[in-house]
C-alpha cells in the first residue's frame, strides 16, 4: 500500500458551510493535515443544519468534514487571533471563504500571510468575485438563479428550476481543490506560492459546458427542456409499462441497436429518424414510437436488454438505489468512518478516486467542536 499523496501537507481551513470544507475534506482524504477553525460555541454553520441529524451530528456536517481536526478560535479576541497568525503562517495551505476583505482586516489575508509564509498557497472563495461582487453574500440557490442554470432546469412550461443537490458548491469545491494541487505541484517545482479566488459564479459559468457554448457560438438561447437533451435524441425518460427509463443514445450505432432490441429494427431506417439532426427535428414523433414499443414490457426488462445490446439505460432510482447499483459492480461506493474511541460512526460516500499502486484514504469521522482544540493551542503556542 503506497503513502498518502497528501502526506506532510498542512491545511488552516478558515471556511465554512459546502465548497471550502468540501475542498478541504478532499485534500485530508488524499492525507493531508487538516486543522479546521471554528466560532467557539457554535462552529460551522451547517453543525446546525438538520434535520437529519445521525446518532453524532448533523448529516450535512459530516458529509464534508470527515478526517479533520477542529480547533474553536474566536478572532475577535486577540489571544485567539494572533493563535490563527501562527496556523497561517506554519501552513502550507490557507483556505477561507469570509467576505473580501474580512481576513485583511484580521491580519490574515494573502499579504500578510504570505509576507511571513512566501510559499504559501491562499485561496479565497467567494460567491461573486472580489471586484463588484465582494458585497454580494454567496448562496449556491441563488447563484444557481443568477447564472443560469435554473433557466435551463425543469420542464418546458414550468418556473426554473434548481438542481436537487447544491451543485455549484460542490463544483466551487472541486474547482477550488484543482488550484490548489496546481499550485502546490509548482511549488514544488520552484518553491513559489499562490493566491488562488475561485467564484461560485465563475465555477458554474465553466460547468455549463456545451450550453455556455451553444450561447457565445452560435448566438442559440438554451432553454429548459425537462429531461430532453438539446442536441440529442434519444436522450430522455421513456415510459415503459411501469415507469419511466432512462435511454441516452449518442450516436446512430446505438440508435440501430435500441430499435433491434426493442423489436422495432425499422425505427433506424425511418427517413426521419437515420441521423441524430433528423431525430433531434422530430423528438416527439420519435417519442411516441418508442414508447409504444415500450409499453410492452417493464423498465427493469427494457434496462436489461438494453444495457445487454450496448444501449445506455437505466431506471430512475432513488439515492439508496443508486449506492446499492454502485455495490453490485463492486465500485466501493462507502467508506465506514470512526470516532476518536474507534467506535464506529456509520458510513459515507467514499472519495471517488482509486488508486494504483493501492492508496487507501483515511476515514476518521467528522471532529466535535473543538474535539483537538488543546493541542492545536498547545502546539500553536509554542512559538
Known amino acids: ?64 468534514n470527515r ?18 497568525r501562527r496556523l497561517a503562517a506554519r501552513a502550507d495551505v490557507v483556505i477561507e471563504n469570509f467576505l473580501p476583505g474580512t481576513m485583511d482586516r484580521m491580519g490574515l489575508g494573502y499579504d500578510d500571510v504570505s509576507g511571513a509564509n512566501p510559499s504559501i498557497v491562499y485561496a ?11 458585497r454580494l453574500a454567496g448562496y449556491d440557490f441563488v447563484v444557481q438563479a443568477l447564472g443560469g442554470l435554473m433557466h435551463i432546469t425543469g420542464e418546458p412550461e414550468g418556473d ?58 452560435a448566438g442559440a438561447s438554451p432553454s429548459r427542456l425537462g429531461n430532453v437533451h438539446p442536441s440529442i435524441a434519444p436522450y430522455e425518460l421513456l415510459r415503459c409499462a411501469d415507469g419511466p427509463l432512462a435511454v441516452a443514445c449518442g450516436n446512430d450505432r446505438q440508435f440501430a441497436k435500441l430499435a433491434v432490441a426493442i423489436g422495432a429494427p425499422q425505427l433506424a431506417d425511418d427517413d426521419r429518424f437515420r441521423t441524430n439532426a433528423l431525430r433531434v427535428a422530430h423528438r416527439g414523433e420519435l417519442r411516441e414510437a418508442l414508447e409504444d414499443a415500450l409499453a410492452r414490457e417493464t423498465a427493469a426488462h427494457w434496462q436489461a436488454t438494453l444495457s445487454a445490446a450496448g444501449v445506455p439505460a437505466g431506471q430512475a432510482g432513488d439515492i439508496a438505489d443508486g449506492i446499492a447499483y454502485a455495490e453490485r459492480l463492486g465500485l466501493d461506493p462507502t467508506i465506514e468512518v470512526t470516532g476518536a474511541d474507534g467506535a464506529s460512526h456509520g458510513r459515507q460516500v467514499r472519495h471517488p478516486v482509486l488508486w494504483q499502486p493501492r492508496f487507501e484514504p483515511p476515514a476518521k469521522a467528522s471532529p466535535r467542536l473543538d474535539e483537538h482544540g488543546d493541542d492545536v493551542r498547545a502546539w500553536l503556542d509554542r512559538v
Do not use: C
Request: no cysteine; net charge negative.
Open 124 to 134: 479565497s472563495i467567494t460567491g461573486f468575485g472580489s471586484a463588484g461582487g465582494a
Open 160 to 217: 426554473p428550476m434548481k438542481a436537487g443537490v447544491a451543485v455549484v458548491d460542490v463544483l466551487t469545491g472541486k474547482d477550488a481543490t484543482i488550484g490548489i494541487l496546481a499550485a502546490l505541484r509548482r511549488r514544488e517545482r520552484d518553491g513559489s506560492g499562490a493566491r488562488l479566488e475561485i467564484s461560485l459564479l465563475s465555477s458554474l459559468q465553466g460547468a455549463l459546458a456545451n450550453q455556455a457554448s451553444a450561447h457565445l457560438g
Open 67 to 84: 478526517n479533520k481536526e477542529s480547533v474553536a478560535l474566536d478572532l475577535k479576541d486577540e489571544y485567539d487571533l494572533e493563535r490563527a
Open 1 to 64: 500500500m503506497t503513502s498518502a499523496p497528501l502526506e506532510g501537507i498542512l491545511v488552516a481551513d478558515f471556511s465554512r458551510v459546502l465548497a471550502g470544507p468540501l475542498a478541504t475534506m478532499t485534500l485530508a482524504d488524499l492525507g493531508a493535515r487538516v486543522i479546521k477553525v471554528e466560532r467557539p460555541g457554535a462552529g460551522d454553520d451547517t453543525r446546525a443544519w438538520g434535520p437529519p441529524y445521525s446518532e453524532h451530528a448533523a448529516t450535512y456536517f459530516e458529509g464534508v
